[in-house]
């Protein structure tokens, strides 16, 4: 009985009422309670119900609202098309961005949340794996990277952590082709570099993603061109792949910024 009561005050029909198992019904309620916290009724919230499908079919991702202590507040419902998953499928991971995303990220995600709630109105951006279905990760051999850019807001005033909000967006970053996949030219671009990530070759493709011609690129620094918050990342990863040459073909995988020509 109270089980079917909290059904019935979820905002959805009665056919998806009846499929949701106790888990989702609890986790579905929980974030219903927390939006009513940051959002009392009256208040319209900045990203919820009002936006249809039809707009949010327009976004490059999903619109994301934490709270102040990281808690999931709103999921936008085009969720599915980025990661498989459906609102209640990806709140039964857990109520806590860090449940969603690849655990390795979570110091670095968590020290640029505290940092943005120290300055509200500052954007911040990470990106991260975030978890997907089981179809997503058989087709496309893993889970989908994805870059959260958002900032803190105070919803009402005078701000405390009650009643300020992290709002994001969540875009896919795309990734390389796996090897059963036949990747366009204009997808990619390929490089060689000297041991120190200086630019000895770089295909013609470059052009379309960064602006640059080869000749003003071979001679020049990788690192030149990275963002400034990613350079420890492409560091590390860098001296991973160096120690491991030693041994043979070495390989390694990340998710860096890189800074156009314009």
């Given amino acids: 009985a109270e089980l079917q009561a909290l059904r019935s005050l979820l ?20 974030l219903r309670l927390r939006g009513a916290q940051l959002f009392p009724p009256g208040l319209a919230p900045p990203a919820g119900p009002a936006l249809g499908t039809e707009l949010l079919s327009l976004l490059p991702g999903f619109l994301l609202v934490l709270s102040a202590d990281s808690k999931l507040v709103y999921i936008s419902e085009n969720v599915a098309q980025v990661l498989g998953l459906s609102v209640v499928e990806l709140l039964a991971q857990g109520d806590t961005i860090f449940d969603i995303l690849d655990g390795q990220v979570g110091a670095d995600v968590h020290k640029k949340l505290l940092l943005a709630q120290e300055e509200p109105g500052r954007e911040v951006t990470f990106v991260s794996e975030m978890r997907t279905s089981k179809a997503f990760r058989l087709q496309h051999g893993g889970n989908r990277v994805v870059a959260v850019c958002g900032r803190f807001v105070a919803l009402h005033w005078p701000p405390s952590p009650s009643t300020t909000a992290f ?16 990747a366009s030219q204009d997808d990619i671009f390929q490089s060689m570099h000297l041991l120190d990530m200086t630019f000895i070759d770089v295909t013609e493709s470059v052009t379309y993603h960064l602006g640059y011609h080869r ?16 350079a420890d990342l492409a560091a590390a990863q860098h001296r991973a792949v160096a120690l491991g040459a030693g041994a043979g073909p070495a390989a390694g995988t990340a998710v860096l910024r890189v800074l156009r020509k314009d």
């Fill in 11 to 30: 905002p959805i029909s009665a056919q998806e009422k009846e499929r949701l198992s106790y888990l989702h019904t609890m986790a579905l309620v929980c």
């Fill in 215 to 230: 000749e003003e690129l071979v001679g020049q620094s990788w690192y030149s061109l990275l963002h400034p918050e990613d």
């Fill in 167 to 182: 709002l994001a967006l969540c875009t896919p970053v795309v990734q390389s082709p796996t090897d059963g996949e036949a």
